[in-house]
DNA sequence: ATGCCATAAACATTATGA
């Protein structure tokens, strides 16, 4: 099964970049993050014909994220728990069913949180510690669970070119990297790395400053697997050849392989 | 300290992103 993360930085913009990533790529589930629409707005019917099952959590926009699987996705949760007043659409999660086993998986787009300190840098740690909540609750199940998507974290210096330009910036600031630290603490293994200790693996360069020719990037992006998803894993990549294609997104997918289904 | 670029909508400036 491979599953993979992607933020699209708006659904209609990067509609055709998609499809032929789908084609090319092959994923299993997708992760979608920053679509940008509506539900009644995104474009269902184009990917259904792709053969996906498609459940959608959009915003007017801003935000918004998708689940894309080949197979059926139940158990929906829409939105994250513990905070009835958050109306912005970062969450969505459901169980990917395959015979004899079945995989959870939530996509999300964590805050940005700048700028830092203040209220939405104050409403990115508050997200954390939610989805951190969240995440000790399903870790319970003792079942393979996947947490993919734009975490907006560098998770250390080695997780961007120049780690000098972001130590006053949410993404790399004590305080998240300290959340991202007890999140990780609950038993999660972060895919990609561990699969490549190397440096210079980045998903996300700037389209500003001329940050993707310099390779000025950050590794954000992120697949959470549980134990028993851990154990299932085979290989990671990054399709960094994306973010070269005409009119890109300033992310490039993440994409794990594992040995269940 | 700001803009550098990109997106959506408030439509020609603003909010947001990272």
């Known amino acids: 099964m491979r599953i993979a993360t992607w933020n699209v930085n708006s659904i209609k913009t990067r509609l055709d970049l998609l499809t032929r990533w789908l084609k090319e790529a092959e994923p299993d589930v997708v992760c979608l993050q920053e679509i940008k629409c509506v539900d009644d707005a995104f474009p269902r019917t184009a990917i259904e014909d792709l053969g996906y099952n498609v459940v959608v959590h959009g915003q007017k926009t801003y935000n918004g994220v998708a689940l894309l699987s080949r197979l059926a ?20 999660e459901a169980v990917v069913s395959i015979p004899g086993r079945a995989v959870r998986v939530a996509g999300i787009y964590l805050p940005n949180g700048n700028p830092a300190p203040g209220p939405k840098y104050d409403y990115k740690l508050a997200w954390m510690e939610r989805l951190r909540a969240h995440a000790a609750e399903r870790l319970r199940l003792e079942e393979p669970y996947v947490i993919a998507g734009d975490y907006n974290v560098i998770p250390a210096a080695q997780d961007a070119r120049r780690p000098e330009a972001w130590v006053e910036d949410a993404l790399f600031r004590p305080d998240t ?10 038993g999660f293994t972060e895919a990609v790395r561990a699969c ?11 389209y500003q400053a001329g940050a993707w020719q310099k390779n000025d990037g950050i590794r954000i992006d992120h697949l959470l697997l549980s134990p028993q998803a851990a154990d299932a894993l085979l ?11 005409e009119r890109p997104s300033d992310h490039v997918p993440a994409i794990a392989d594992f040995a269940f289904g």
């Open 73 to 92: 996705l139940e158990d929906v949760t829409i939105g994250l728990p513990g905070d009835d007043a958050d109306d912005q659409a970062r969450f969505v």
């Open 177 to 186: 990297r300290a959340a991202w630290r007890r999140l990780m603490a609950l």
């Open 196 to 206: 490549d200790d190397a440096d210079g693996v980045y998903t996300f360069w700037d």
């Open 235 to 245: 290989t990671t990549r990054i399709d960094k050849h994306v973010r070269a294609w």
